[in-house]
């Protein structure tokens, strides 16, 4: 040990000093070089990074800043002990160009590291993998290959597909391909859902998201196999940064953060149910207003009102009434025990339910072990809601005995399956349990609080727009008002011939102006549909409209203002219509709920009915089969008695018989004198008779006796 210390000191040593020349030689290289790329970033206190606003990459929703690239940009800033500055640019043109004039010290916005980047920008560890899709609108024309394709295909100027659509094209060169400029991936799966374009290549990632928005978009075909996403950067003079990056990235990947976030935002949407997401979309228009103010009344600090109706959706499809077979009721689907646990009195009332629901979600949170990330309880909390708190502690221990990560819900979610097998089970606390239905029942709850998520910022968003259309309405009946008013000012001002040729004049622009403003109205009406359904820059396209209808509004005459009155009165009319419809509708959905139910009710009572027959005709065999014994028994009686009577005659008929046969013999052996002969006679005449008598009472009382059994017997029969 002694004669190594000296030895290993001697070679760092060494391995200092010829770090230190290297170092000198580099430096006596380029004298001018001073800092470095990396030390410029942490002298400046911020780290520039560019990116596409997307719910992949970067996104912020007046409260919380969310995004893949994002998470991981802000984890990589707080490691260089700087700050993040997130700079937003809407197009791949302009991103790649603020990267190329060092506006921006790396890009981060889920690009794909095509041949072309690679051999331009150098480029990070990959952190997730994707492929292109060809997508279409379900129920339109299918194309099963790229020779299938029978309409303009489009997509975005300098972005991954484009690259690919140039091999394509050297191989059909028939093929129509058109550029979108300053648009993104969202936009173009929006026209395809909208059926503004036929065909769009985007990423799978992107389209996997977006299927829960638009459920009517599908993929034709995968057109380019998966390919590596990373962050890019410029080719510097020095790696500094670019080292600190590969380290990041490979530390991320050492403690599981990367497979956390690809869990975050792609471990939920890899199975999509079309119906599913189109009928909860529907649902929440036309159910969720009755329920939303209990959501959110009843929601807590850990359980906000969109995960807490998240989970009412998959529990009961947000129906008040909803029973289970094996008895768990309700809004929120609790069973008795929990019921009592939480103070719950009645299952069926929806604020209770709800309110019961909320609680038991918290208190599963606050159980859970503080070595799980708190960002990752939810899942947890929520697999405990469905399985038990303690199959899911099962599942931790199998996660812990694979040398898996026991905090982290990728890991026991993969593993929960194995609670359905006996060799993994056997060895667990709490036995067997449905590990792969509590799986599916956390993802399906992540799909419905994505999209409701979605839904509601797209209400309020229209809700936004609404006020401001109605803030315009009154600015602009005010200046019509206004401009009414100055015209019949300098009308009653003018003199009579100039009066005439101002109207003549009027009327002549006011019929062309009529024309060119129902046009003008159609187009503002398209192009308010559209803005109405993009997601940037609403506020300031709102107020340059509400400049536009204000400068047509001052032109606007008499005949624009009738023709403005007709069009309210035809938007009443049909307003009337649409309500008269869903009031129909809601009193057909009624008519037909009270005929189930009273055919439920009808087959009930036929079913009662059958039940009560079928035991009326056990009965009525009961009784016949009585009658049938009680007939035997009588029959069986009447020949007894007979026979009973038979044996009486005969046997009295045999004892006169032996009576005779013992006086004949008894007069034979006596031979009384004449003076004892009548006491002889009277004598045996006097024994005789009480004896005679009692065997008379004697078969009277047992031929009575036969009567009355047989008498009963009858009786019973009838």
Not at 182 to 208: C, G, P
Not at 308 to 331: C, I
Request: aromatic share 8%; net charge negative.
């Amino acid at each position: 040990m002694d004669l190594k210390m000296p030895f290993i000191k001697f070679k760092q040593s060494i391995a200092w000093l010829s770090f230190s020349f290297l170092l000198f030689l580099l430096t006596a290289c380029n004298p001018f070089l001073q800092t470095t790329h990396l030390e410029n970033i942490q002298k400046r206190g911020d780290i520039m990074m560019g990116t596409i606003n997307g719910s992949l990459t970067y996104s912020f929703d007046g409260s919380v800043y969310s995004g893949f690239d994002y998470e991981l940009g802000k984890q990589l800033a707080d490691e260089l002990n700087v700050k993040l500055t997130i700079k937003e640019y809407a197009t791949f043109e302009a991103l790649f160009k603020a990267l190329d004039n060092n506006k921006v010290d790396f890009l981060a916005a889920g690009l794909t590291l095509t041949p072309k980047r690679a051999q331009k920008y150098r480029s990070s560890p990959p952190y997730y993998f994707a492929s292109q899709k060809l997508v279409y609108r379900k129920g339109s024309y299918r194309p099963r290959e790229a020779t299938d394709i029978n309409a303009p295909v489009f997509v975005l100027k300098d972005s991954s597909h484009e690259e690919t659509l140039d091999k394509l094209l050297s191989a059909m060169p028939e093929l129509e391909v058109n550029i979108l400029e300053n648009a993104d991936q969202e936009t173009l799966l929006r026209k395809v859902a909208e059926e503004e374009i036929t065909f769009a290549i985007v990423d799978s990632s992107t389209l996997a998201q977006k299927q829960l928005y638009y459920p009517v978009l599908t993929e034709a075909f995968t057109i380019s196999k998966k390919q590596p996403v990373a962050w890019l950067l410029k080719r510097h003079q020095d790696d500094t940064l670019y080292s600190a990056i590969i380290e990041f990235m490979g530390n991320r990947y050492n403690d599981q953060t990367i497979a956390k976030l690809e869990e975050k935002y792609f471990g939920h949407v890899r199975q999509f149910d079309f119906v599913d997401t189109k009928v909860f979309l529907r649902r929440n228009q036309s159910i969720l207003p009755e329920f939303e103010s209990l959501f959110k009344k009843h929601a807590t600090s850990e359980v906000d009102w969109l995960l807490l109706a998240a989970v009412s959706y998959q529990e009961s499809h947000w129906d008040p009434k909803a029973e289970s077979p094996t008895g768990v009721r309700g809004m929120m689907m609790l069973t008795l025990d929990t019921a009592d646990y939480i103070g719950i009195k009645n299952r069926l009332d929806p604020a209770q339910s709800i309110k019961g629901g909320a609680d038991y979600l918290t208190k599963l949170i606050k159980r859970l072990p503080n070595s799980i990330p708190d960002d990752e309880k939810i899942w947890f909390a929520l697999a405990s809601y469905n399985l038990g708190y303690g199959h899911v502690m099962d599942a931790r221990r199998i996660t812990l005995k694979k040398k898996q990560n026991p905090d982290a819900w990728s890991d026991v979610k993969a593993n929960l399956p194995l609670l359905h097998e006996k060799k993994w089970y056997s060895q667990s606390r709490y036995g067997y349990a449905r590990g792969r239905e509590a799986q599916h029942y956390v993802n399906n709850i992540r799909q419905y609080l994505k999209t409701l998520t979605w839904f509601i910022a797209e209400r309020t968003k229209q809700e936004a727009e609404q006020k401001i259309e109605l803030a315009v309405q009154a600015k602009l009946a005010a200046e019509q008002k206004r401009a009414a008013k100055a015209k019949l000012e300098a009308e009653q001002k003018s003199s009579p011939a100039e009066k005439a040729k101002l109207e003549a004049q009027q009327k002549i622009e006011l019929a062309e102006k009529a024309e060119q403003e129902a046009q003008q109205k159609s187009r503002l009406a398209e192009k308010a549909k559209q803005e109405a359904q993009q997601k940037s820059r609403l506020a300031e396209k709102a107020e340059q409209e509400s400049e536009q209808k204000i400068e047509l509004a001052e032109k606007a005459k008499l005949e624009a203002e009738q023709q403005i009155e007709l069009a309210a009165k035809v938007k009443l009319e049909v307003e009337q219509q649409i309500e008269l419809a869903a009031k129909a509708k809601l009193e057909a959905e009624q008519q037909i709920e009270l005929a189930a139910k009273a055919k439920q009710e009808a087959e009930q009572k036929i079913e009662l009915a059958a039940k009560a027959k079928q035991e009326a005709e056990q009965k009525i065999e009961l009784a016949a089969k009585a009658k049938q014994e009680a007939e035997q028994k009588i029959e069986l009686a009447a020949k007894a008695k007979q026979e009973a009577e038979q044996e009486l005659v005969a046997k009295a008929k045999l004892e006169d018989e032996q009576e005779l046969g013992a006086k004949a013999l008894l007069a034979a052996e006596q031979e009384p004198t004449a003076e004892q002969e009548p006491a002889t006679e009277q004598e045996p005449a006097a024994e005789q008779e009480p004896a005679a008598q009692e065997k008379k009472q004697a078969e009277t009382k047992e031929v009575q006796e036969t009567e009355v059994a047989t008498a009963d017997i009858t009786a019973v029969s009838k």
